[in-house]
C-alpha cells in the first residue's frame, strides 16, 4: 500500500492541537508565524535523488540552485521575501567535496543566507531538505482561503516548459533548438519580485505558486476558498519553444501547460476586470461553486483532469 | 573521497553574505533571530535509516519521538521554548499508512504542532527531516561563545546510557536487565524544563546539547570561547546500570560517558563555585588556553579522545 501526499498531511492534520497566538500552520504554501506587524512564514521541501532530480542531468550547481529555488517560490507565494535557509543533506560517499562547493554555489544564487542546517551520511541516495524562511507584512500577506467569486485568475508566466523540459531528459530526445525548455525544467526561477509587487495590491485577493501543474494547484485554492472555476485553455501562455517542439513530436502543448507542473510561475486571483500594473496572463474566472473546474477550449471535448500524486 | 561535516559546515560559511539584522548564523545549536524583546531560534535535523536508525529496533512512534526529541534537544539548548516543527520524509513504498500514523504521535509526544512539512517518495531509504522553532527572551539566550575562564563545566544528567543501548542493539546483546539503555538510546527526551530554567540564571555563561559525546561536543564550546578545560573522569555522572553492564562485558563506562553521544543532557558552564538550584553535575573546570582538554583520572594514562565524526 503506497500513500499519498493528501492523506498524510490529512494524518498530520488530524492529529494537531490547537495552535497558540495566530500561528497558521498546514494549508497554505508556508506556515505563518505573526511577529507584530509583520509576519514571518516558513515552508520546507524535499529533492530526493532520482525522484525529483538525476545527477546525470543536472550539474551540482543546478541541483543546489533548484533546491533553493522551489522553497523560494513558496516564500513568494506568500508576498515575503526571503531572509534565510536551513540546509539538510544527506550525502552517499560518491559524493566529493567539490560536488558540494558547487552546490553550495547553486543554493547561494539567489543571494538568501544559509543560516544552519545537518549533514549526515545515507547509504545510497542524495536526499536534501530546505527550509526557507521570510517576511512579510501582515496586511500583504495572500493566502489561498481568501480567493473571491467572480476573481480573475492569473499566472505569472509560460506554463508547461519545464515539463517538456523533463520530457526531453527522460526520453533522451535531441535538446538542440529546445534548450529553454530544458533550462527551465533545471533552473526554475522564484517569482520572489512579482510576489512581493503583487503582494501590495489590494485588489489581489488570493495567491499560490504552480509547483504540480494548474489543472491540480487550483484545487487548492477553490478548496480552501470555496470557489469553482472556469480555465480558458486558449488563454494559457505557451511558449513558441513549447508550440514547436509538441509540433515536432505530436504532443499537446495544453496538456503540458495544464497538467505537467515545476514551472514555479504564480498562481493568483484578483478583482474582476482590473487593470493590473503588472506582466501577468489572465486564465479564468472564480465562481460560486462547490470545488470544480470547467475547462474551455480543452484539448479535448471531455478533457477531465485525473490528479497528480508524488507516489 | 568522503566528507566531514566540519568541513561542509566550512564550506557553507566561507560562501555567505554578511546577515543582516543581527542573525546569527552557523556556529551555535540553532540560528538566532531577533524579533523584538525575544529571539527566534530555528534549527534541523535528519534522520536517515539505517545511518541514524533501524526499522527493526525502533517502533514508528519511536523512531517519530526521537525525530523530535533531537530537534528540541537543540532548542533546549538555547534555553528556548520550542513552538513549531516542520516534518519533511521521504517515504519508501514498503512504509504502510499506519507506520505514518505512529510515527507522526510519536513526534507529537512533546505537543510542539507540526506547522508545515513536505512529503515525497523515496527508492529506498526512508528519510526525516525536521525543523524546529522556539523562542526566548534575548537576555536569557545561551551562546557556546561566551563560557568564561574560571568557569565550572556541568552536565543534566547520567551519559552513557544511549551509547550503551546502541551497543547492546548492534551487538544482539540480550538487553534483559539493562531496559534503561536501550531505551535511554530509542527514546531520548529533550530537557527542555531545565533548559528554560538554565536560561534565566545569571551564573551560567554557556550551553549546548551533548549529541555526539562529551568528548567531541566541549570543543565546540572551547574553540568558541577561546578556552581550555580539565573533565575529571571521576566525577561523570555514570548510571548504576551502565555500570553493571559494563562490569559484564568488560567494558569501560567512562568511555561510553565521554564518546557515545546521542545522550541528548545539556553541557553548560556557570561561574565558579556557585551552588546552583537545579540537579545539575559538576564535570570539569574552564580556563584560558588553546583550546585543549586535559583528563583527570581517565581511563587510561595517555588518554586522547581522537574523534567523532558521522561519515
Redesign the interface.
Known amino acids: 500500500?503506497?500513500?499519498s501526499?493528501f492523506?498524510?498531511?490529512d494524518?498530520?492534520r488530524n492529529?494537531?492541537?490547537n495552535?497558540?497566538?495566530d500561528?497558521e500552520?498546514?494549508g497554505d504554501d508556508?506556515?505563518i508565524?505573526p511577529?507584530?506587524q509583520q509576519s514571518?512564514v516558513?515552508?520546507?521541501?524535499?529533492?530526493?535523488e532520482?525522484?525529483?532530480f538525476k545527477m546525470e542531468w543536472a550539474s551540482p550547481f543546478q541541483i543546489g540552485r533548484k533546491s533553493a529555488a522551489v522553497n523560494l517560490s513558496d516564500i513568494a507565494a506568500m508576498g515575503a521575501q526571503p531572509?534565510?535557509l536551513?540546509?539538510?543533506?544527506?550525502?552517499p560517499?560518491t559524493?566529493?567535496?567539490c560536488w558540494?562547493?558547487q552546490f553550495?554555489?547553486g543554493i547561494?544564487t539567489f543571494?538568501v543566507?544559509?543560516?544552519?542546517?545537518?549533514?549526515?551520511?545515507?547509504?545510497?541516495?542524495l536526499?536534501i531538505?530546505i527550509?526557507a524562511?521570510g517576511k512579510v507584512d501582515n496586511n500583504s500577506i495572500k493566502r489561498r482561503s481568501t480567493a473571491k467569486s467572480g476573481d480573475d485568475i492569473y499566472v505569472t508566466g509560460t506554463l508547461g516548459d519545464s515539463g517538456a523540459g523533463l520530457y526531453i531528459l527522460q526520453n533522451n530526445l535531441d535538446p538542440v533548438g529546445f534548450q529553454s525548455l530544458v533550462e527551465a525544467h533545471l533552473n526554475p526561477s522564484p517569482q520572489l519580485k512579482i510576489g512581493t509587487e503583487l503582494a501590495e495590491l489590494r485588489e489581489v485577493h488570493s495567491m499560490m505558486d504552480i509547483s504540480d501543474g494548474l489543472a491540480g494547484d487550483i484545487h487548492h485554492i477553490l478548496d480552501q476558498s470555496g470557489l469553482s472555476a472556469t480555465i480558458d485553455c486558449d488563454k494559457l501562455p505557451i511558449s513558441e519553444s513549447l508550440r514547436t517542439f509538441c509540433n515536432k513530436y505530436d504532443l499537446d502543448p495544453i496538456r503540458f501547460a495544464l497538467e505537467a507542473g515545476e514551472d514555479y510561475q504564480l498562481l493568483f486571483s484578483a478583482e474582476k476586470k482590473k487593470c493590473l500594473p503588472l506582466p501577468c496572463v489572465k486564465v479564468g474566472e472564480l465562481y460560486t461553486g462547490p470545488g470544480q473546474v470547467k475547462f474551455l477550449n480543452s484539448p479535448s471535448p471531455d478533457y477531465k483532469y485525473t490528479g497528480y500524486t508524488?507516489?
Open positions: 500500500m503506497s500513500l501526499e492523506q498524510l498531511i494524518t498530520i492529529f494537531q492541537p495552535f497558540s497566538d500561528i500552520g498546514i508556508a506556515a508565524i511577529v507584530g514571518f516558513i515552508t520546507t521541501d524535499s529533492l530526493v532520482n525522484i525529483h531572509f534565510g536551513f540546509l539538510s543533506i544527506s550525502v560517499k559524493v566529493d567535496y558540494i562547493e553550495i554555489l547561494k543571494g543566507p544559509i543560516l544552519g542546517g545537518d549533514t549526515t551520511s545515507s547509504k545510497d541516495s536526499f531538505n527550509t524562511i508524488h507516489f
